[in-house]
């Protein structure tokens, strides 16, 4: 899922790199809840004689963004550390330029805690991005499929409503919470995602595996229509499968701070 969002999503991420208020390019980056490294590998092709840290608790995450970085010839520019960012021990970072933390904050039990660990770890007049998503991409039009309209957006609601004790922090103000972490918030932009997936196998890619995700968290609570209908979906073999469609999209939003430690 994370490799096929950097893969659909690398022109938004690319400008969001090229937006960053930076005055000079960044030598030391830490890249904090990397995931496989979407973010790591995007700062690199923008700032290439940077040296990234990339920070998570998933080993098989980090695993996985070594050996891409192998086989990008990048292992000198990318150290990964394994670290609980919710543990007591935060651990020891460096004085970095820049901190990027993308879709990896509302996974924090105390983001503000966390703020204020990245608002001492940056070294003076470094900057922290902050990327939050408005939701998980919509794929379908809300036509789909013919004989359950509306699905895709059920299948969201009795998902989030299954997810909201687990992840509370998502859609929350990072802005307010940057300000009373003690950063000058210096930006703040919204970026509307919407990709055309007609001819696109990766998008296809990405909402089956998507959609798979989502059912394995609603299929106790959805109507047995929309499950069925669902199914008919995510059944690769099946006439209806979403990856026979030629009327998917992705539509979201990215939502970016940029803040500065004086
Ligand atoms: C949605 S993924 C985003 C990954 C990546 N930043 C990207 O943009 O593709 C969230 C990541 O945060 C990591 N994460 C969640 N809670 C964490 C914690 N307490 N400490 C360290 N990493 C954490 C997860 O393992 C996961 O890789």
Redesign the pocket.
């Known amino acids: 899922m994370?490799d096929l969002?950097?893969e659909v999503l690398s022109e938004h991420?690319a400008a969001i790199t090229d937006w960053l208020p930076l005055q000079t390019p960044p030598g030391r980056i830490v890249?904090?809840?990397?995931?496989?490294?979407?973010?790591t590998f995007a700062l690199l092709d923008r700032f290439p004689t940077a040296h990234v840290t990339a920070?998570?608790?998933?080993a098989e995450?980090l695993q996985r963004l070594r050996d891409k970085a192998r086989a990008l010839g990048l292992e000198e520019h990318v150290r990964t550390l394994r670290?609980?960012?919710?543990?007591a021990d935060w651990p020891d970072l460096g004085t970095p330029d820049l901190v990027?933390?993308?879709?990896?904050m509302h996974?924090?039990?105390h983001p503000d805690r966390a703020l204020r660990k990245v608002h001492d770890t940056l070294a003076p007049g470094g900057l922290f991005t902050v990327?939050e998503?408005a939701g998980f991409p919509r794929f379908l039009p809300a036509s789909a499929p013919e004989d359950r309209p509306g699905l895709e957006e059920r299948c969201h609601a009795a998902s989030d409503q299954q997810h909201a004790e687990h992840v509370t922090h998502r859609g929350a103000d990072w802005g307010a919470m940057l300000a009373a972490a003690g950063f000058a918030l210096e930006a703040e932009r919204t970026l509307t995602v919407s990709i055309d997936g007609s001819h696109n196998e990766a998008v296809g890619a990405y909402a089956l595996a998507g959609l798979r995700r989502i059912r394995g968290s609603v299929a106790e609570v959805l109507d047995a229509e929309d499950l069925a209908a669902l199914d008919r979906l995510l059944d690769t073999d099946s006439a209806r499968s979403i990856l026979r469609r030629d009327d998917l999209a992705v539509r979201t939003e990215r939502a970016v701070w940029a803040a500065r430690r004086d």
Do not use: E, F, K, P
């Open positions: 994370l969002d950097a991420i890249d904090l809840g990397c995931g496989t490294g979407a973010g920070v998570d608790s998933s995450h670290a609980d960012l919710d543990g990027w933390a993308s879709a990896s996974h924090m039990a990327v998503l």
